[in-house]
């Protein structure tokens, strides 16, 4: 902990940021993040993240609510006076500076001496692998060198906080793969709280401690990668965080630890993992790699259902099947084990059943009846 | 007033001071009458106008336009083929360079090289004389041709870079892709590649009218009698008629004809690409 | 079709330039090689030097201004949404569609009803005005290559907003900078009628020289200072080949 006691790096109360009329890009947003944690916020694109950062950062001033760095209310202090530091979405690297003066940068408007500057650029050069990248222009170096160039640039200062934007979002695939492991290590190596932005819900579970899920301006839910992954508080954050199925249905019977629901399907068993009573409305899930696809009858106690398959796709690691149960296409992913190959195959529009233990069934939401 | 604004301050004051005040006190003063010793008078009178439009004004008015036009015409017609072939050429650059030069070079000398060149004394009078071929010289100069002449002259590198600009960003495979479909290649030019430089044209055009229009130094020197136009009569109606009132009337008249060619080009412009 | 409009803009350039070697006073008429017409020139024409010193004074000061107002104010219409936008939109493209000539009668206009005595400074007011516009022009669309999240990096980097302009803004934009005072540079050099209008005895620049000297008829002495203005062109036109994009981006 900080001489100052603070626990929370960064503290939004309430903020409320309104663009114009029409445009409310954040509503009574509050997070509190740790210190030294690697803090993720995740949303589809347009529902607030970039503002939400750009107020931290001090690029944008709240209309209502407080902004705090260290348990110090900032609302008023400009982006050059605050202990953070943003990687921008587009790097935003100086183009007439080299990258060592692009790193220098800062350094220099403080007027450190020569061999300061050079001893502290050097070592960042060092943390972000750049050697012999020195003298370049942003302009001679590819997407992934120039995000290099912006995260030493941003860490020189050293900030308390480092706030990223869609860092990675201009990269391809496996470079983009690479570079979160970089950040992941880089931050270990560096200790300070990182403030990541991102629409990748895979990019946000690897790396992250916490996740706030963002959605149209308001957060929809705060938790580590099990908790909103396992645990979603609402429909949403359920179907934005990977794939899943969603059941609606009456409630018919509960006991201690289930509860019999009435859906379309007929009726299903689901783990109570809030109180109902009967005659309520509930929403649960079942995530597709806990749904089976076999030709044999379920074991016992499984909920289960009939249906063909509709689709098959075949993804080297894992196979997709696309099971069409009434009308309404229920997933699974099975991960090819060496139980797998013993089963008998299936094949597109074999009839099959679906099956899953009501234990690994989320109940989301309960409607009094 | 924001805090940002002190950006723009300086040339807010600046050019209030000098363009739109100088701007507002022309139009004011033409409605104003002249006294005898070169000042102006109260009350407001449209005078300066009826006078005007009494006069050879209309006469002089229309000249100023037709040989604009057809300097600007002329201007264009031999801007395009080449600003095409700069655009394709491998010389580009040395091109560019060359059609440069001459716009760098002074205005006033420009003209001279015409006067120098086919002058009463000038060059080719001088060989013709020699070579027996005439005995007194041939007034070239002192037309309306002379004009249109030199002002396609000093003018040709502004019609030539905007549309050299323009068809550069082109891509000129899109030719070959519509030659390709079967579009012989003037066609292909004229469809595919006429949208995209439209915008160098009317830049080109407006570059050389608007200029033509306010001519005084052309037509001075290398024009005559017939050739007078509306920025000759104004410089007149200055320095040595000293006549403020009946001037800002005249520069007004100019303005709004200009004004009334751009509202109209624009308009034809903008109707056609729809 | 190049080659015929290229040797029609450059032939009668050609001929005042082989001329200025002319021995013969009549100009035209072939006479042998000689230098006199610069000896002329250089040694007994003070009235042209004066002019040319004038024109110098004039455009040295003035592009210096128009440069220094005109970034100010892209600078502050690129990025940060200046009040009265309109007015300014009006007030730099206006200029660049009204013909020369009414500049010049109304810039005279200002100056007589405000008794302001015709000068070089009158001439250096002008001048600054048109040229304004242009190096607007010309160092927007060098900035147009650079969005508000380069300004932002300089605040969140420690930059207060002067150091953001030193450091940053003004380095990026320098080839624009630079190609904007050639061109005013060049523009108040060349310009006659707005300097026709606004210049008083004693403040005669070096077009407004020529002018009257060629009114007079043909002199050899001007064939040699047409080559060394021509000179001028080409040189001017070499060094100024790495901001040429930024000209013509302003202009076009
Ligand atoms: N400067 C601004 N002026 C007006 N509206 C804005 C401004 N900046 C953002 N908005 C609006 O606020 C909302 C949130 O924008 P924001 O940039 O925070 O979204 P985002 O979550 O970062 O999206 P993306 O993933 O696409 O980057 C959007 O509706 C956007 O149009
Ligand atoms: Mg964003």
Not at chain 1, 44 to 65: A, D, H, M, Q, V
Not at chain 3, 59 to 72: P, R, Y
Request: aromatic share 12%; hydrophobic share 50%; charged share 15%.
């Amino acid at each position: 902990m900080d001489k100052d006691g603070a626990v929370y790096s960064v503290e939004l109360e309430n903020v409320t940021k309104i663009f114009d009329e029409s445009t409310v890009a954040m509503k009574n947003v509050s997070l509190k993040v740790k210190k030294g944690e690697f803090f993720s916020i995740l949303g589809p694109s347009g529902c607030g993240k970039t503002t939400t950062l750009r107020i931290i950062g001090g690029f944008e001033t709240p209309n209502e609510g407080t902004v705090r760095i260290d348990g110090r209310r900032v609302n008023n202090l400009p982006p050059n006076r605050r202990p953070v530091n943003m990687v921008f979405q587009n790097y935003a690297l100086f183009p007439h500076l080299s990258v060592f003066e692009n790193i220098a940068f800062p350094l220099r408007l403080k007027k450190m001496t020569e061999s300061e500057i050079r001893e502290k650029v050097e070592y960042m050069v060092e943390l972000v692998k750049l050697k012999g990248q020195e003298r370049k222009f942003p302009r001679q170096l590819s997407g992934g060198q120039k995000q290099r160039v912006a995260l030493a640039r941003a860490l020189v200062n050293e900030p308390r906080v480092l706030l990223l934007d869609e860092p990675l979002s201009s990269l391809d695939a496996k470079l983009r793969q690479y570079m979160l492991m970089e950040l992941d290590r880089i931050h270990d190596e560096v200790g300070i709280t990182f403030i990541y932005v991102t629409h990748d819900q895979a990019e946000a579970m690897s790396v992250s401690d916490e996740i706030a899920v963002m959605n149209n301006g308001v957060i929809e839910q705060v938790g580590t990668p099990p908790e909103i992954y396992e645990s979603p508080a609402n429909t949403f954050v359920a179907g934005f965080i990977g794939e899943t199925n969603f059941f609606v249905g009456k409630v018919v019977d509960v006991s201690s630890e289930y509860l019999k629901v009435e859906t379309r399907f007929g009726i299903l068993t689901c783990y109570k993992d809030k109180e109902a009573k009967i005659g309520d409305t509930v929403e649960f899930m079942i995530r597709p790699e806990k749904v089976y696809v076999t030709k044999n009858y379920p074991p016992q106690n499984m909920n289960f259902l009939r249906g063909k398959v509709d689709q098959l796709i075949y993804l080297g690691s894992h196979t997709k099947y696309y099971i069409m149960v009434e009308n309404t296409l229920i997933r699974s992913i099975k991960q090819h084990t060496r139980y797998w190959m013993d089963e008998s195959t299936i094949s597109w529009d074999d009839e099959v059943y679906v099956w899953w233990n009501p234990d690994d069934s989320y109940l989301i939401k309960v409607t009094g009846g | 007033m924001k805090r940002h604004d002190i950006y723009t301050l300086p040339i807010l004051i600046w050019l209030s001071l000098f363009f739109t005040i100088p701007l507002s006190i022309t139009v004011i003063m033409s409605f104003m009458s002249s006294t005898p010793y070169g000042g102006v008078t109260l009350p407001f009178t449209v005078g300066n106008y009826v006078e005007i439009m009494k006069g050879r004004i209309l006469a002089i008015l229309w000249r100023t336009i037709r040989i604009s036009a057809l300097s600007t015409l002329i201007t264009l017609g031999l801007s395009l083929p080449v600003s095409f072939f700069m655009a394709t050429s491998k010389w580009k650059n040395l091109l560019l360079m060359a059609t440069i030069i001459p716009f760098w070079t002074n205005f006033i000398i420009r003209i001279f090289a015409w006067i120098f060149l086919l002058g009463n004394n000038g060059m080719l009078n001088n060989i013709l004389i020699q070579l027996g071929i005439v005995k007194n010289p041939i007034t070239f100069l002192y037309n309306s041709w002379a004009v249109v002449v030199v002002i396609v002259y000093t003018y040709l590198p502004y019609m030539i870079l905007p549309i050299y600009s323009a068809m550069e960003k082109f891509d000129f495979s899109m030719i070959d892709a519509a030659m390709d479909l079967g579009a012989t290649k003037i066609r292909a030019i004229f469809k595919v590649m006429f949208p995209s430089i439209k915008g160098g044209i009317t830049a080109g055009i407006l570059f050389v009218f608007i200029p033509a229009l306010g001519s005084y130094a052309i037509p001075e020197l290398v024009g005559g009698r017939d050739s007078v136009m509306l920025g000759n009569l104004i410089a007149w109606e200055i320095t040595t008629a000293r006549n403020w009132p009946y001037a800002t009337a005249l520069s007004n008249i100019l303005f709004v004809s200009t004004a009334l060619a751009l509202f109209l080009y624009l308009k034809i412009q903008g109707s056609d690409g729809k | 079709m190049t080659v015929i409009v290229l040797i029609f803009l450059y032939a009668p350039i050609m001929f005042l330039v082989i001329f200025s070697f002319n021995s013969s006073v009549t100009g035209a008429n072939w006479m042998g090689f000689t230098l006199k017409w610069y000896g002329e020139l250089f040694l007994r024409s003070p009235d042209i030097w004066e002019g040319f010193k004038n024109s110098l004074i004039v455009a040295v000061f003035s592009s210096l201004t128009a440069t220094f107002i005109g970034t100010m104010a892209a600078i502050g219409i690129h990025w940060y949404k200046p009040s009265f936008r309109r007015y300014i939109n009006f007030n730099i493209y206006a200029p660049l569609i009204i013909p020369d000539i009414l500049m010049g009668v109304s810039m005279l206009m200002l100056f007589v009803s405000m008794r302001i005595r015709l000068s070089l400074f009158t001439i250096y007011l002008a001048h600054t005005t048109f040229s304004l516009s242009y190096v607007v022009l010309v160092v927007l669309a060098r900035l147009e290559n650079f969005d508000s999240s380069l300004l932002e990096a300089a605040m969140d980097l420690g930059a207060s907003e002067f150091q953001t302009v030193r450091r940053v803004i003004i380095p990026m934009a320098l080839p624009g900078i630079i190609a904007s005072f050639l061109l005013s540079f060049t523009l108040s050099i060349d310009d006659f009628i707005i300097t026709f209008f606004v210049a008083g005895p004693g403040s005669t620049t070096l077009p407004l020289r020529i002018f009257s000297m060629i009114r007079f008829g043909l002199s050899p002495v001007v064939n040699a200072l047409s080559t060394i203005l021509v000179g001028g062109a080409i040189l001017l036109t070499l060094l100024g080949r790495k901001f040429l994009k930024y000209i013509l981006a302003g202009e076009g």
